[in-house]
């Protein structure tokens, strides 16, 4: 079944553009363009994603059938994860929901619950810092926002 995979692709080439769109729609930082800025990411996450969807578009997979078992519950789970995640995003801050969506990601990948919390709470601040400090680039801290430091 080639056209599943064709159609997935040209699904996601249009996801791709939507997405590098809409980085191109961020602000510009403080102080002029940089280099790295905040719509550095995304604008790389959309070019690796359009890439990745042409080539299932020319070099679709012939045995591609849909996973309708357990593995496709736990893709359906996953997306509505990241939905969440981006949803929560603002209001609770990247370490929570990061912690949240990372471990919730862990857990259904076969983690015990408190080893994939704690992975998820790893991965945010190691995150959180890399990104505020290493790349000076600010993410929001929601609900521990009387954390931050001026």
């Known amino acids: 079944m080639t056209f599943n995979d064709r159609i997935f692709g040209v699904l996601m080439i249009v996801l791709a553009v939507a997405y590098g769109w ?21 604008k790389l996450l959309a070019v690796v994603l359009a890439i990745s969807s042409l080539y299932l578009i020319v070099r679709p997979d012939p045995d591609n059938a849909w ?16 939905i969440f995640y981006a949803m929560l995003l603002q209001p609770l801050g990247f370490v929570i929901s990061t912690t949240l969506a990372v471990g ?4 259904r990948m076969g983690a015990r ?31 521990l926002s009387f954390l931050e430091v001026n």
């Open 104 to 107: 919730t990601l862990c857990w």
């Open 22 to 42: 809409a980085a191109t729609q961020f602000p510009e930082p403080f102080g002029g363009a940089e280099a790295v800025g905040p719509d550095t990411f995304p």
């Open 113 to 143: 619950p408190l080893n994939a919390y704690m992975t998820g709470a790893v991965s945010g601040v190691v995150v959180y810092f890399l990104f505020s400090f290493a790349l000076d680039l600010a993410l929001p801290l929601g609900l």
């Open 67 to 82: 996973p309708w078992s357990r593995t496709g519950i736990e893709l359906i789970i996953a997306v509505v994860v990241l």
